[in-house]
């Protein structure tokens, strides 16, 4: 594995991060109140008297969204507290009604775990999970809607989020992406978030330091709020540059909360240690504990989706298909089923080549996904069985996938609306072969003399005089007899 | 016979046989809160319009035979419980202007019951104090008077305004809350009965929250019958409130004649403060010895950490109360006062807003929850209060109930016990371990001071197990035979 470095003036610098990620959870309702979680509505449109803070109103958790904690917790291979509890994190602001967030600071719900992240050379590495914890949303203040006030939108408020805190085992902006992306990934398998970092679904917190060859870890920096796998990088190596910068000329790296401005390529302070906020946790008094059973657990476990490292795995043995194919292939779940669906009971390599290859480039080319896509599984599996039984060759399947791309029309009704159908007559072949050969007698003695490549001529040309409908062995085959 | 002499259980008699009608009934309080409530101010908000309306459809419900035991039964409401459509106030000015959206669970199932209720009464602000002197609507004046002064007594709080209208006749019974004996001790002191129950029985949706760990609501009437006909309807598991206990509500009114023959009440030694009001403690002694003639087997008990009660109390319950008032903060409902940002904006609401015995249990609980001080203060208390119900627990090993006194003096007057919170805090002194420990409690009127004011005995018991507090209640109400009342009464 490649060590990332980076060069000062003084020396060669590691760095250390350890991300939070906020997930938010996919559920009905939020995490105490019956309104609507979805994304969208009018302002304030899914809005309880709970989630506004209202006098009196108390909270009551919401079955689902624990669930959807332990799952996660699962799919981390982390470890489920069946008892944790939930605190209160006091701080004022507009958009917080309750002027705390109920949160879980002591007792998480989800302990210790690990998430296998692959580089790009194909390294492995573990990355540490710490916890994972429930808590609230908060609501969303818009300061650009009217001159002199702001406004309030207390849709989000309450919705349940799930903060996934890694330990400072990321060593580099690229591990930084891949665990990023793997969370991501495993979230959306679980159906436990649906990842979508523009819409602000999932967001990262980055802690950033950097340190010497052999050194303890020094102070770090909190970049707040990162909202897409490229700022995560990014703000990483601006922020470590920085830091590099502020020891290298004497100075000492204050911890702070600092923010990434993607315009700029900079990190800049937001607040220092000394103004933070004393958040006054203590336990949530309208709360019990969560107490949760173990036979639940185990339920839930038993009903999770096969997640993406061991679909791979599967994939490899299953369809015998390289490591790095299995890995383009089970990137997202969708992909991954398409790929079964076409690759059960047929050649897996073929199923695998023709989507990373030809599909793939289809979907680039045509601006469609995998859900859009004119071309479905069944049809592409159809195109794979006219192949496997030598209905048409390799080369007029790429012809007639162009035409499935086209206007979605299975490909057994193109090969026999166009005649496509391989021609395995042997006296077909050979009258071809025969006319070929004195069509070009120059080449044949050219061939005769010794120029062998000359071979490769003689089958295009025939492949082409058969429209490409020729069986290629076969053709092969004539060419070879007839040459002598 | 005057319609305002009737008990709780004699009016719902005479509602059911047809003897008296809800609307006559419901009139006479009206009259009497029209009479005395600009001098008692017990009532925030009087609410006759819509009580003359529930009076009307609880007749018809009576004649329809339809009626609960409550059917009719004009009651006062804590201004804590929201009551849809009804301003609610907690008595603060931050809240003068809010008209909640919602009925408080407690307050919805006495609607549900036929109660009629007569309008929203007073209380310290946010029920925080034991004097009801703190309310932004004034404050309360107890109905009881020392022999021979015309001096104004506080009638005890928060539910001051609840307590005195029960005792001077301008409410038939009421809700209270109870945190640290904030119905106890205002029942104490104006001669009436009250009981908190054990924490969880009741629902605190929709009552506004000063210590969620503490509130509870409960009953304040006259008798310990009416006390045990309300909370048969006040308690139940209630899902929209994760604390509350999902366990099966008795009929209370059963216990009443279980009698305490056999009973082995407890009499804890550490409540033997030094300095106590002597006629508080001969007052005890009376107890014990009704209750010793009435069968029960009174033993000495020990509740070790007593003496740590108040300064737990005063850590635990401002603390939560520092972080369930945050939420008035200009933005959404109540009161706002303008600023020019948002700081600015919440530091003027909540100046102008909140009094200063709220302001200054913000800051204690502020303060003991910040970084630093947390586990001096917080955290120790949080242990401090294990070993209090542990205390109880161990106790009721022994003990089927615990006598105490109520309080540690008789009323006191208007603007006493003002120079120093703590004084005032000291009245909490008997009341808080039980509140700390969640268990039930119940205040009964005993006898009278010298002065001519009432005082009151405090009955304990396990949690759950309301039914042998009003049983020992009842056997000391009969024991006591008190029926003294105060001069101040609507007639």
């Given at each position: 594995m490649a060590t990332y470095t980076l060069e000062g003036r003084t020396g060669t610098w590691e760095i250390v991060v350890g991300l939070e990620i906020h997930a938010q959870v996919i559920s009905e309702s939020k995490l105490f109140s019956g309104a609507?979680?979805?994304?969208?509505?009018?302002?304030?449109?899914?809005?309880?008297?709970?989630?506004?803070?209202?006098?009196?109103?108390?909270?009551?958790?919401?079955?689902?969204?624990?669930?959807?904690?332990?799952?996660?917790?699962?799919?981390?291979?982390?470890?489920?507290?069946?008892?944790?509890?939930?605190?209160?994190?006091?701080?004022?602001?507009?958009?917080?009604?309750?002027?705390?967030?109920?949160?879980?600071?002591?007792?998480?719900?989800?302990?210790?775990?690990?998430?296998?992240?692959?580089?790009?050379?194909?390294?492995?590495?573990?990355?540490?999970?710490?916890r994972l914890h429930l808590e609230q949303d908060a609501g969303k203040s818009m300061h650009d809607q009217h001159p002199a006030k702001s406004v309030i939108d207390l849709n989000r408020a309450g919705v349940a989020l799930m903060e996934i805190v890694s330990e400072p085992d990321i060593r580099s902006p690229e591990e930084a992406g891949a665990y990023l992306r793997k969370i991501r990934q495993i979230v959306r398998y679980l159906g436990t978030c649906d990842g979508n970092m523009e819409e602000g679904s999932m967001r990262a917190d980055v802690n950033v330091s950097v340190r010497k060859a052999g050194e303890d870890f020094r102070t770090r920096c909190e970049i707040k709020n990162v909202n897409s796998v490229r700022f995560v990088m990014h703000a990483i190596e601006a922020e470590a540059i920085r830091q590099i910068e502020v020891w290298e000329s004497g100075g000492e790296v204050v911890q702070e909360t600092r923010l990434y401005d993607p315009s700029k390529g900079e990190t800049r302070?937001?607040?220092?240690?000394?103004?933070?906020?004393?958040?006054?946790?203590?336990?949530?008094?309208?709360?019990?504990?969560?107490?949760?059973?173990?036979?639940?657990?185990?339920?839930?476990?038993?009903?999770?989706?096969?997640?993406?490292?061991?679909?791979?795995?599967r994939f490899c043995a299953q369809y015998s298909i390289p490591f790095y194919d299995a890995g383009v292939l089970v990137a997202d779940q969708t992909t991954a089923d398409f790929y079964e669906t076409v690759a059960k009971g047929r050649d897996g390599k073929l199923a695998s080549n023709w989507i990373t290859g030809d599909f793939f480039a289809a979907l680039n080319?045509?601006?469609?996904?995998?859900?859009?896509?004119?071309?479905?599984?069944?049809?592409?599996?159809?195109?794979?069985?006219?192949?496997?039984?030598?209905?048409?060759?390799?080369?007029?399947?790429?012809?007639?996938?162009?035409?499935m791309v086209d206007d979605g029309t299975m490909p057994a009704d193109i090969v026999e609306k166009k005649g496509l159908r391989q021609v395995t007559d042997t006296g077909a072949i050979d009258q071809a072969v025969t006319k070929v050969l004195a069509e070009n007698q120059d080449k044949v003695a050219e061939y005769k003399s010794g120029k062998d490549k000359l071979f490769g001529f003689f089958v295009g040309q025939v492949m082409k005089a058969m429209q490409g409908k020729g069986n290629p062995a076969l053709v092969n085959e004539a060419v070879k007899k007839q040459l002598g | 016979m005057s319609?305002?002499?009737?008990?709780?259980?004699?009016?719902?008699?005479?509602?059911?046989?047809?003897?008296?009608?809800?609307?006559?009934?419901?009139?006479?309080?009206?009259?009497?809160?029209?009479?005395?409530?600009?001098?008692?101010?017990?009532?925030?908000?009087?609410?006759?319009?819509?009580?003359?309306?529930?009076?009307?459809?609880?007749?018809?419900?009576?004649q329809a035979g339809t009626a609960t035991a409550l059917t009719g039964i004009p009651i006062a409401m804590k201004d804590l419980f929201c009551t849809e459509g009804v301003r609610t106030t907690a008595a603060s000015k931050i809240l003068s202007p809010f008209v909640p959206p919602y009925e408080s669970t407690v307050s919805a199932k006495l609607k549900a019951a036929g109660a009629v209720t007569l309008g929203k009464a007073n209380l310290d602000e946010f029920a925080m104090?034991?004097?009801?002197?703190?309310?932004?609507?004034?404050?309360?004046?107890?109905?009881?008077?020392?022999?021979?002064?015309?001096?104004?007594?506080?009638?005890?709080?928060?539910?001051?305004?609840?307590?005195?209208?029960?005792?001077?006749?301008?409410?038939l019974a009421a809700t209270g809350t109870d945190t640290g004996g904030s119905i106890r001790q205002p029942a104490a002191f104006t001669g009436i009965s009250g009981i908190k129950p054990t924490y969880g029985r009741c629902s605190r949706y929709g009552i506004v929250a000063f210590a969620s760990s503490l509130d509870q609501a409960g009953p304040m009437a006259r008798t310990v019958e009416d006390n045990a006909m309300l909370l048969n309807v006040m308690a139940g598991f209630d899902e929209k409130d994760s604390t509350s206990a999902n366990v099966a509500v008795p009929d209370f009114t059963r216990a009443l004649t279980q009698g305490v023959a056999g009973k082995r009440i407890g009499i804890p030694k550490e409540y033997r403060l030094e300095g106590t009001n002597p006629e508080i403690l001969a007052l005890w002694d009376q107890g014990i010895a009704w209750l010793r003639e009435a069968g029960a087997d009174v033993v000495e008990i020990s509740l070790p950490h007593t003496k740590y009660g108040l300064?737990?109390?005063?850590?635990?319950?401002?603390?939560?109360?520092?972080?369930?008032?945050?939420?008035?903060?200009?933005?959404?409902?109540?009161?706002?006062?303008?600023?020019?940002?948002?700081?600015?904006?919440?530091?003027r609401t909540r100046a102008a807003g909140f009094g200063p015995e709220v302001k200054r249990r913000i800051m204690i609980g502020t303060y003991v929850l910040s970084h630093g001080y947390y586990d001096a203060y917080y955290l120790k208390a949080q242990k401090v209060r294990a070993l209090i119900l542990r205390d109880f627990q161990?106790?009721?090993?022994?003990?089927?109930?615990?006598?105490?006194?109520?309080?540690?003096?008789?009323?006191?007057?208007?603007?006493?016990?003002?120079d120093d919170p703590v004084t005032m805090y000291l009245n909490d002194v008997f009341t808080v371990p039980a509140s700390l420990a969640g268990v039930p409690a119940m205040s009964v009127p005993a006898g009278l001071s010298s002065e001519g004011l009432p005082l009151g005995l405090q009955i304990i018991g396990k949690h759950f197990d309301e039914e042998t507090v009003f049983a020992v209640s009842a056997a000391i109400e009969t024991a006591a035979g008190f029926s003294a009342l105060p001069e101040l009464r609507a007639k």
């Open positions: 609507s979680a979805t994304y969208g509505g009018a302002p304030n449109d899914h809005v309880s008297f709970v989630d506004a803070g209202f006098p009196g109103m108390l909270p009551v958790i919401n079955r689902e969204c624990v669930a959807q904690a332990v799952r996660t917790g699962l799919g981390l291979k982390a470890q489920i507290n069946l008892e944790s509890r939930f605190d209160r994190k006091n701080y004022f602001y507009a958009d917080l009604p309750n002027g705390y967030q109920i949160s879980q600071f002591q007792m998480p719900i989800v302990g210790t775990g690990i998430v296998e992240i692959e580089l790009q050379d194909g390294t492995i590495k573990h990355i540490g999970i710490t302070s937001m607040r220092s240690k000394e103004d933070a906020h004393d958040y006054r946790y203590f336990p949530e008094p309208d709360l019990l504990p969560l107490i949760i059973e173990q036979a639940w657990v185990d339920e839930l476990k038993s009903k999770l989706p096969e997640l993406p490292d061991e679909k791979r795995a080319r045509t601006g469609t996904t995998i859900e859009t896509s004119p071309v479905s599984a069944a049809a592409l599996g159809q195109l794979l069985d006219l192949i496997a039984d030598k209905t048409i060759n390799g080369r007029i399947a790429k012809d007639v996938f162009e035409e | 319609l305002l002499t009737l008990t709780l259980a004699q009016a719902s008699k005479a509602l059911h046989t047809g003897e008296i009608s809800a609307t006559a009934l419901t009139t006479a309080y009206i009259k009497a809160i029209e009479e005395l409530n600009p001098r008692l101010n017990a009532f925030i908000t009087p609410t006759p319009e819509l009580a003359l309306a529930q009076a009307k459809a609880a007749d018809a419900r009576l104090g034991s004097s009801n002197i703190t309310s932004a609507y004034g404050p309360v004046e107890n109905p009881w008077k020392r022999a021979g002064s015309d001096a104004k007594l506080v009638p005890g709080g928060s539910s001051g305004g609840s307590a005195a209208a029960v005792a001077a006749r301008l409410a300064a737990v109390y005063y850590i635990v319950a401002p603390a939560e109360a520092s972080s369930n008032l945050a939420r008035y903060d200009g933005v959404r409902f109540g009161a706002r006062v303008d600023g020019h940002d948002l700081i600015d904006m919440y530091e161990q106790a009721f090993e022994q003990v089927d109930a615990i006598l105490t006194p109520t309080a540690p003096s008789a009323a006191f007057g208007l603007g006493e016990k003002m």
